[in-house]
């Protein structure tokens, strides 16, 4: 991934992204606890794609230095002989380097634009996927994003179709010890012509035994969405976060009637972040829905960093391990 908006989009491998349900559409009091489920923290690499595009082996031992126990991979792509691999390294060169650091990876970003489209469902590019994120000893394979061309003109029938694939995805990743999952942004919980959001159609219409989903914090706060209600909505079917947050001067919602028909070009070139803890959201109240969430593997991430990249991590792994952490 490069550093422009454009480029961002094209691999959201990491990342960019209605209000959709009230207080009301439950009847039971929420419980919350004062300790969370989460025991590691890990960090998406989209975070320092450009130090990684310079050199993998110091960024790496930053990470582990910093204190970060896994990270999440994006950008896996094939070489000019059609080996799979990440940022110049190939996969297996990659798994040693995490090693040698301490760092595991439990998850990766994998784009599965033809998968996931009408009218080209082809598996190719997911079967080798599979067998690389395996060679990483991951256990989630995660689309981050849908088909790159859809994402200004998604409807109904596309999310149906892509529950549809990823269930099928679902059946390939589990042959090989990996469970698939889907990895939102802002435009799936945008309002569909027929009044319906596209991740309830994701979450309604997939197999919860074959299919998992990454819920991005960020994005879904922005979207206007309560996590917390969300997870209560659908019990156990976010096993993994993206813990970054928001700029405080800078949260406005964008879906809704005002935003559900604009360019997501147009509303990402808006959208500002902030380090983890320093921001709008409140996470601890987030984590109090963690058990009925099924949080597993929760990842520190921020999609453009206004001071020292390095810096920016650590002040986000010092408010995660000391306020969200279980002690």
Avoid at 144 to 161: E, G, N, Q, S, V
Avoid at 240 to 256: F, Q, R, S
Wanted: charged share 25%.
């Amino acid at each position: 991934m490069s550093t422009n908006r454009r480029a961002f989009l094209k691999q959201a491998a990491a990342s960019v992204a209605a209000a959709c349900f009230a207080p009301s559409l439950f009847s039971c009091t929420r419980q919350t606890t004062s300790t969370s489920v989460l025991k590691e923290i890990g960090l998406q690499l989209f975070t320092l794609r450009d130090q990684l595009a310079d050199n993998v082996a110091s960024t790496l031992a930053r990470v582990a230095e910093i204190g970060y126990d896994h990270v999440e991979t994006f950008g896996a792509a094939a070489n000019e002989v059609g080996k799979m691999g990440f940022w110049g390294l190939d996969t297996g060169v990659l798994r040693d380097q995490l090693s040698q650091n301490g760092l595991k990876s439990y998850s990766g970003h994998y784009l599965l634009d033809e998968f996931l489209t009408r009218g080209n469902g082809s598996e190719e590019l997911l079967k080798a996927y599979i067998d690389t994120a395996a060679e990483l000893g991951q256990r989630y394979l995660i689309a981050p994003i849908p088909p790159l061309l859809l994402i200004d003109k998604l409807t109904a029938d596309d999310y149906r179709f892509m529950a549809e694939q990823l269930n099928k995805g679902g059946e390939l990743a589990a042959k090989a010890g990996l469970t698939i999952g889907y990895h939102n942004h802002f435009w799936e919980f945008r309002t569909l012509a027929d009044g319906s959001i596209g991740l309830d159609i994701l979450i309604e219409n997939t197999d919860k035994n074959l299919v998992a989903f990454e819920l991005d914090l960020f994005w879904s706060e922005k979207s206007g969405t309560d996590s917390a209600l969300y997870f209560e909505k659908h019990p156990g079917r976010f096993p993994l976060w993206h813990i970054k947050d928001m700029d405080k001067g800078n949260t406005a919602i964008v879906t809704g009637t005002d935003y559900d028909d604009k360019p997501v070009m147009e509303i990402t070139e808006a959208i500002t972040y902030s380090e983890v803890g320093s921001g709008s959201i409140d996470f601890r109240k987030i984590m109090t829905e963690a058990s009925t969430a099924g949080l597993q593997y929760a990842f520190v991430e921020q999609d453009f960093i206004t001071i020292d990249p390095f810096e920016s991590i650590a002040k986000s792994y010092a408010y995660v391990t000391n306020e969200l952490l279980k002690k």
